[in-house]
């Protein structure tokens, strides 16, 4: 593990350590780096990245409020394990919310709007294929971008509650971020939205989400059981 703290000297507008903490730990949550079931001892990483165990607590909590990590009593905290149900009422939902923001947002959408979709996309594209957490920091922003083109902040604060949960579900689809099927979903989104197509917008989004959804549940059946130390 890299020494949070020589990162605090080197930017010019330095974030926090619990900030730099956080992000260094969702990181490699999200690559897999760490595993489910895997136990986060603040005390280890503390001392691994020479930083007091307040900032290790803070990052650690706001990881358990995206819900990557959870609470064990009388054992600490551990990376979250997904259940194939889990993951069918998260996605369930995520096609309900997104399909409607997609909807939404091709009726809405004006020039600023789909040029600022397209250059979240190109950003996506040019991304290699070896930073599998920035393209999933990249595609939260992709959907980001498009759920608040809905205009409706009931739904904009639904789905973040939920991405979280999105989050972790992504580790097990990162390689798939940078396919072929990927890159066509993800533009079919955009040009129904350009195209002011609010059912085929609504309909290209679902798919999206339903594609990912199969995949995990094809993943997790073969997944290895999770670690307990």
Do not use: C
């Not at 069918?88 to 919310?97: G, I, K, M, S, T």
């Not at 393209?135 to 009931?154: L, T």
């Amino acid at each position: 593990m890299e020494e949070v703290s020589r990162n605090v000297k080197t930017q010019s507008a330095p974030k926090t350590i619990s900030q730099q903490v956080y992000e260094r730990l969702r990181d490699e949550v999200l690559t897999g780096s760490l595993h489910p079931g895997v136990w986060i001892r603040e005390h280890d990483i503390a001392s691994a990245w020479s930083v007091s165990r307040t900032p290790v607590r803070e990052a650690v909590r706001r990881l358990a409020h995206d819900g990557l990590v959870e609470s064990s009593p009388n054992r600490g905290v551990r990376v979250r394990v997904l259940t194939p149900q889990e993951v069918h009422d998260v996605y369930e939902l995520r096609e309900l919310l997104e399909g409607t923001a997609a909807r939404r947002a091709a009726e809405r959408a004006d020039t600023s709007d789909v040029e600022r979709l397209r250059a979240h996309l190109g950003h996506i594209d040019a991304l290699p294929a070896s930073e599998p957490a920035a393209h999933i920091r990249a595609d939260e922003a992709f959907h980001d971008v498009i759920v608040a083109m809905a205009g409706n902040e009931a739904l904009s604060d639904l789905t973040r509650r939920l991405y979280g949960r999105v989050a972790r579900v992504k580790v097990i689809t990162r390689d798939t971020n940078t396919n072929a099927q990927t890159r066509a979903q993800h533009h079919a989104i955009v040009e129904a939205i350009a195209a002011h197509d609010p059912e085929a917008a609504e309909r290209a989004m679902r798919e999206h989400i339903r594609t990912f959804k199969e995949i995990v549940a094809e993943r997790l059946q073969r997944e290895p059981e999770p670690q307990s130390d």
